[in-house]
């Protein structure tokens, strides 16, 4: 079954410090894998998409990083801002179908708060 | 740009009563997507409609009915709404179903209750 794990559940960081956040999943085959930050009460917004040849992708203070042969990726914050404080999802997407629909398969997520 | 703007942000509903929830991309995208999120678990696929004209089924559809109305507009339908159907809706467009590494875009949300 296609699933897609995320650690930890929740976070709290002092702002400024960096933190990172992990993705595992089972997702077979792939085609690629994005990061999306939720604020509350907000819908996702993309923050990276990397393919399966790609090791690392930057947007920011973000940084994606992906090994595709342990299944793992992780998000890494660095001089965390008040405003990081959201929820971060992890979505991976089987390669596309016959039909030419892209299946997307979300993790539920890591809540981080950015304390001052 | 407004994006993918969704209505109502939050509605109260009796159990058995319907309402459509509405969608709108002014991205000019050929695919939209309804999909739930509910507390400890990951967003789940309710419908979507890869090109203009066609809907297909997601991973929860029952209770659920969908119509692309043009490129702009998908709307979700329940028809007899239940208590199981408490959750926070989102919409979404993207350029095309079907390409590698599509961006995904998704509206604020319905919060909808079912009492």
């Known amino acids: 079954k296609n699933q897609v794990e995320q650690s930890p559940q929740s976070l709290i960081i002092l702002e400024g410090k960096n933190c990172t956040l992990q993705?595992?999943?089972?997702?077979?085959?792939?085609?690629?894998l994005r990061w999306y930050k939720q604020d509350t009460g907000r819908g996702p917004v993309s923050l990276t998409i990397?393919?399966?040849?790609?090791n690392t992708k930057s947007n920011g203070r973000y940084t994606a990083t992906l090994d595709a042969d342990t299944k793992q990726s992780s998000l890494h914050i660095t001089a965390s801002q008040l405003s990081d404080s959201a929820s971060y999802i992890c979505v991976v997407s089987p390669r596309v179908m016959n039909t030419g629909f892209q299946k997307l398969v979300f993790g539920t997520g890591t809540r981080l708060l950015v304390s001052p | 740009n407004a994006g993918v703007t969704q209505t109502p942000k939050f509605q109260v509903l009796k159990t058995g009563q319907s309402m459509t929830l509405q969608c709108a991309q002014d991205m000019n995208h050929n695919s939209m997507y309804w999909y739930r999120q509910d507390p400890g678990m990951g967003l789940r696929l309710i419908y979507y409609?890869?090109?203009?004209?066609?809907?297909d089924k997601g991973e929860v559809p029952n209770g659920y009915n969908v119509s692309r109305l043009n490129k702009r507009e998908f709307s979700l339908r329940l028809e007899s709404a239940a208590p199981s159907q408490t959750s926070v809706y989102f919409c979404?467009?993207?350029?095309?179903?079907?390409?590698?590494?599509?961006?995904?875009?998704f509206g604020q949300g319905t919060r909808l209750t079912v009492v």
């Open positions: 409609s890869a090109s203009e004209g066609t809907t």
């Open positions: 990397m393919t399966f040849s790609e």
């Open positions: 979404a467009s993207s350029e095309r179903s079907g390409r590698r590494n599509t961006e995904a875009f």
């Open positions: 993705c595992n999943y089972t997702v077979s085959p792939f085609s690629n």
